[in-house]
Structures are given as C-alpha cells and as structure tokens.
C-alpha cells in the first residue's frame, strides 16, 4: 500500500478494510484553509440564530442516521454495542447542547470609570484545528466542533487514521447543513496533524502526551491558543468500609469496558488497609466480564485497537509475570480473529513499577495496597498524570480527607472514573493536560477572545 494512503481496519476482523483515504497533500490543505477562513466569515455574520438552526439539524440529521453511526462505531473501532449506542446519543445531545449555547452571554456590561458605556463580549479565533483519537470516532470530534462552530469559527479535523470513516459520516451529515468548506475533515498521519497546527487559529488536540507537549509547543510558537488532552493513570482508592459488591462491578467495569481503551479508565486500584474480601471479589468481577465480538449486545470488552496495541500489552503481561506479579483474573491473549486479549488485573507489583507509572491503554489493572487514606493519597498522586480519581467509601471525613488532597482535575466518590458529563468542565492536571478546559461552558471560552469596548459619549461641537 503506497505510503500516500490509509487503510481503516476493522480491529475485531483484521481482513475487513473499513475505508481507505488519501493523505492531504500540501497543496489540498491550503486548499482546505482557504475555504474554511472564508466559510468562517460567513459563519459569524449570519448570527447565533443560524448558528444554532444549523446545530440542531446537525443533531437532528445524526440523531436520523442513529442505527448506521452505532454500527459503524461498532464495526471501525470495536466499540461493545451498548457503548456504541451510549456515544452516539451522547453526540446527539452534545449538538443540541451547543446549538442552545449559541444563545449564551459573550461578555458583560461594567460600570465606566466616566460617562459611557464599558463592555466585553467574545468572537471567534477563526479557523479550530481539530486533532482526535479512534477511541470516541464521533463525541470526542463533535465535543470540540459543536462549540467550537456555536463560538463562530470554522473547523479542520484531522481525525485517526483508525477512525476515519467515522469522521467522514460526521462530513457527510454536515455538508447540506453548513456553508461550504465550514467543515472540513483531512486524512493523514503526524505530518498531515503539524500542519493543521501550523496553519489553525486556535488548535485543540486529544492524544498521547508525547504528541501533546510537540503540539502544544508548535501551537504556542504561533501564538495561538492551544488545549491538550491527553493520558491518565487513573486511580480507585477503595476504603475499608467500600461495599465489596458494587465496588468490585463498578471498579471492574470503569477498567476493563471497551477493552480499557479510555484515557479515563481505571490503571490502579488502591486497596486501604487488608481487605481480602474485596480483592477476591474484584478478581472475580473481571474474570465474569463478556469478551468477545462487539457486535453482540452482550459483550463488554471487544478488542484493542490494532496489532501494537496488541504487542504492547503481550509485553506487559510478560513484565507483569517476570517482575513478580500476581495475576488475579486474565493475562492471556486470546486465540481468535481480531485482536482480542483477557482483561487482566495483576497484583503484588510495586507503586513506581512502570505498568502503575504507565498508561498501557487497554484490558490490565493493578491492585496496590495502601496503610491508610493518607498513603493511598500519595500512591495515587505519585504518577505524571492528573486525570480522574475515585474514591469509594462511606466514611464522609475519610473521603473528604482524600478529595482535599488528591491532585486530579476530576475526582469521582463512589462513582467509576470512566465516563463524563459533556456539559461539565473536563480536564486533568501535570501530563494530562494543557491549557483550558474541554466541555461545558469552559469550552465556548476556549473557542473565543475576550475583547473590551469603551464607548464614550460623544463630545458636543463647540
């Protein structure tokens, strides 16, 4: 296959090409831009009434195609049919929650320090570049493009090469609805995503920390606002007077759901104090999980992404077992088409072990062991990441004793760490994140300039 093109393949049946897409040439990408800077002026003329009457038959036109979007979300990415479907209704809401957004205050009026009138209100930067994972192919595009589009600008997305029919139907849904080249998606690898931030006004990335810190670098370098979301090495503290039951299912569901393939999965679970009850039922709360096709309404864990993926967590199987660990449930590959591995929990590993310091991205969990709240705090802190905590307990002050120093942007209590409102702030701290925050509000803020006006009254003529 020429190096110039990129094959979509279905994870769960390796043989099945789901799309093939040319990478953008330098010459179709200036192209792009060109039409999206002039697309974009029409945009915010028109006013937030068209604006939001655009957004909403957005939700309305997928909300349409409902059954086509589960089943390709299915197929593309190997999503578990039950979170196929939650995503896609969740991309429906996320575009009739901006398309009232449209209609939100952009500034304030304030007191002069004269006779006049003091005003903020916020515009557009122009064009958002857009970089997104496979893991969410359609909320976590339209979470960035819906308010990015209700703030005023226009979008480049350069989606995964693993997601790219999905990014597509996200296009194809948009053209009868939006002016011409308001919308546009570009296929290709890194080179094709530096130049999207070489040419965006404003650049919003979701990915590996690696690639964030380059992008958010290159984007600074410009002068141009940048947000980076990126890993998690999410941990669960579990306190002694937990429910074992419902602990162990949520815990085990938050890890090992879409074959752990979220940056807000569980990676560690923090144990507080022996409790033997509730390893033993964790364990068997992964080992019950349904593996297998994702098409079936009853799977909750299909395959991982593609062969690396696989690769990476064969090694770390092997470093689990050559470093000393203890696997309570999985630790095999599975024998079958598609690359399919056994959610895995691991015991008896150290805290700074690389597999507890390390995003692997899939099906594998540690339990670690703390001897009080203030020590699983430090276990749970003591990582590069800042994404999503919970903590699991009915003691109120020993809770309220970790939330007050647990340093995660987002803290969950006897909730799973997967899983977000899109109408919430969303963001972690240290390696997680760069820049504002996603989602909500927060988001119509970061796709928006702050300018204040000063009107004073008007001299009369001598």
Not at 151 to 170: E, H, I, Q, Y
Not at 264 to 284: H, K, S, Y
């Amino acid at each position: 296959m020429s190096t110039d093109v990129l094959r979509s393949i279905s994870p769960q049946d390796p043989t099945d090409v789901v799309t093939e897409r040319a990478v953008a040439s330098d010459a179709a990408l200036a192209d792009v831009f060109a039409g999206a800077w002039a697309a974009q002026r029409m945009w915010w003329a028109g006013g937030a009434a068209a604006r939001a009457a655009a957004l909403s038959a957005a939700a309305a036109a997928l909300s349409a195609r409902r059954s086509d979007a589960i089943e390709l979300v299915v197929r593309e990415v190997g999503k578990p049919l039950i979170e196929a479907t939650g995503e896609v209704a969740r991309s429906v809401a996320i575009l009739n929650y901006y398309a009232q957004a449209c209609f939100a205050a952009t500034g304030a009026q304030l007191p002069p320090s004269a006779k006049g009138l003091l005003y903020s209100d916020r515009r557009p930067h122009g064009v958002a570049g857009l970089i997104t994972p496979w893991n969410f192919p359609l909320a976590i595009p339209l979470w960035k493009a819906a308010p990015a589009l209700a703030a005023g600008n226009a979008v480049v997305l350069k989606p995964s090469p693993d997601a790219m029919a999905c990014a597509d139907m996200l296009a194809e849904l948009f053209a009868p609805l939006l002016p011409e080249g308001l919308f546009s998606v570009v296929h290709g690898a890194g080179p094709t995503g530096e130049a999207v931030v070489a040419r965006a006004d404003v650049v919003s990335f979701t990915g590996s920390a690696k690639v964030g810190a380059a992008v958010a670098s290159a984007a600074v370098s410009r002068g141009v606002v940048v947000q980076c979301e990126m890993g998690g090495q999410n941990a669960a503290i579990v306190l002694p007077d937990a429910d074992p039951f419902s602990t162990a299912a949520m815990i085990a569901g938050a890890a090992m759901g879409y074959a752990g393939q979220k940056c807000t999965a569980t990676r560690r679970v923090i144990v507080v104090g022996p409790n033997d009850a509730f390893v033993e039922q964790l364990g068997e709360a992964v080992a019950d999980l349904r593996v297998g096709d994702p098409a079936d309404a009853a799977t909750v864990v299909g395959p991982v992404i593609n062969e690396p993926a696989h690769s990476k967590l064969t090694a770390a199987f092997e470093s689990a077992r050559n470093d000393g660990g203890k696997v309570l449930a999985g630790g095999h590959l599975l024998d079958r088409r598609g690359w399919f591995v056994e959610p895995t929990l691991v015991a008896g590993l150290s805290p700074d072990h690389e597999l507890a310091q390390e995003e692997t991205f899939g099906p594998l969990a540690l339990v670690l062991h703390a001897d009080d709240v203030a020590h699983a705090v430090e276990i749970s802190n003591a990582v590069r990441f800042g994404l999503v905590t919970s903590v699991h307990g009915r003691d109120l002050d020993a809770v309220l004793s970790a939330v007050r120093d647990i340093d995660t942007g987002l803290i969950k209590i006897n909730a799973p760490t997967a899983g977000v409102d899109f109408y919430a702030p969303f963001g972690g701290e240290k390696d997680s994140s760069i820049g504002q925050r996603e989602q909500g509000t927060a988001a119509l803020d970061f796709y928006s300039s702050t300018r204040t006006v000063t009107i004073a009254p008007h001299a009369p003529s001598s």
